[in-house]
């Protein structure tokens, strides 16, 4: 069964600088796909970023990156020069292509952005 | 990106009667489309996954009876809560996937919050 960690309830970070919010996960399906998504208090779901279980570099949009360690089965996300606005639930989700395409998502981590 | 809506954002409702919430695909058809519940400041949890034509399936733990999924076309799928009780309230969120795409990021909804008095 797939499984999504997500190991920090919260974080605190300084506006302008990077902060790396954490995600593990663990499957036995060769091809997979990671997402991270932003919930602002709103509740609506923002997409952030994709990583193809075979892609070879790390996935990129703007300011946020993924680091993904293929072989620690992790995929934590990458926040530079952080902003106000970036405050909000952060959700880490897998998806199995084998599966069903079933997503599922971490716990989240709470991000706070002090100015 | 692709768009997804959800209607009602908000209901209110007496207990022991039915609701339902629509999860539509504006500008693609959706041959899958997932049922999500989130409570208070917890995590997503995947309710059911809906396939065009055929039966949902649903996740362990999670009624049929209660929680009724139909998906009749390719760019509508319906959730209904029946026999609504208090602690059915939550926030369902829908969300698609495009048919011809096998990776990619789903589409959600804006959610639909559930009060049940």
């Known amino acids: 069964a797939q499984k999504i960690t997500q190991t920090q309830p919260g974080m605190f970070v300084q506006e302008k600088e990077a902060v790396t919010l954490d995600c593990t996960y663990d499957?036995?399906?060769?091809?997979?796909?990671l997402f991270w998504y932003k919930q602002p208090s709103s509740g609506e779901m923002i997409f952030l970023i994709y990583?193809?279980?075979?892609?070879?570099q790390n996935a990129t949009e703007g300011r946020y990156s993924l680091n993904f360690q293929k072989a620690r089965k992790s995929a934590n996300l990458v926040i530079s020069a952080s902003q106000l606005g970036d405050s909000a639930m952060y959700f880490c989700a897998m998806r199995e292509v084998y599966g069903g395409f079933k997503t599922i998502f971490g716990a989240g981590t709470r991000l706070f952005v002090k100015a | 990106g692709a768009v997804v809506s959800q209607h009602p954002s908000w209901v209110i409702c007496k207990s022991g009667t039915s609701v339902k919430i629509e999860c539509r695909s504006l500008?693609?058809?959706?041959?899958?489309m997932f049922w999500y519940r989130q409570f208070p400041k917890q995590s997503l949890m995947l309710m059911a996954t809906s396939n065009e034509g055929s039966k949902a399936t649903y996740e362990q733990g999670v009624e049929k009876d209660k929680f009724l999924i139909n998906h009749a076309s390719l760019t509508l799928s319906t959730l209904t809560v029946t026999s609504a009780h208090p602690e059915d309230s939550s926030f369902y969120i829908c969300s698609a996937r495009e048919g011809t795409r096998n990776t990619g990021e789903l589409f959600f909804g804006e959610g639909s919050r559930l009060t049940v008095l």
């Open positions: 500008d693609f058809q959706a041959t899958t």
């Open positions: 499957t036995s399906d060769p091809s997979y796909g």
């Open positions: 990583q193809g279980s075979y892609d070879q």
